[in-house]
């Protein structure tokens, strides 16, 4: 019933920046988020995590974007952002959000799964 989905992805010039948002939607009853991420897949890569941001506020990033890319959330919203400066053609990848729920107190655990947001840096 829960979904997320991605948008703010797109074609942008090197030294641009864009923002990603990755917004919660459905029957979120009983559900917490324990954290959420975000991870890419380039071409013929592995998908990486590059950002994530757990329930009490703490972050951690990939040591190759923490000095450029910065994830926030809107509670109000059910929205995670990815705000990405200076990108460089190496972030060209398809951006996808992440996010680890609990279910009730059950101590059930899911993992749910956007389907995506194409990023190409054209340099």
């Known amino acids: 019933q829960v979904k997320l989905v991605e948008s703010g992805g797109g074609l942008v010039q090197a030294g641009g920046s864009l923002r990603l948002s990755c917004a919660a939607s459905?029957?979120?009853?009983?559900?917490?988020?324990?954290?959420m991420g975000w991870y890419r897949q380039a071409s013929e890569k592995q998908r990486e995590l590059v950002a994530i941001l757990s329930r009490d506020g703490t972050t951690g990033y990939s040591d190759s974007v923490k000095s450029r890319f910065t994830i926030s959330g809107d509670n109000a919203k059910r929205t995670v952002y990815l705000q990405m400066n200076s990108l460089s053609p190496e972030h060209t990848a398809v951006y996808y959000c992440?996010?680890?729920?609990?279910?009730?107190?059950?101590?059930?655990?899911?993992?749910?799964w956007g389907q995506g947001t194409q990023v190409t840096v054209s340099s």
């Open positions: 459905g029957n979120m009853f009983g559900f917490s988020f324990l954290a």
């Open positions: 992440c996010a680890d729920l609990q279910i009730g107190a059950t101590l059930a655990r899911k993992t749910l």
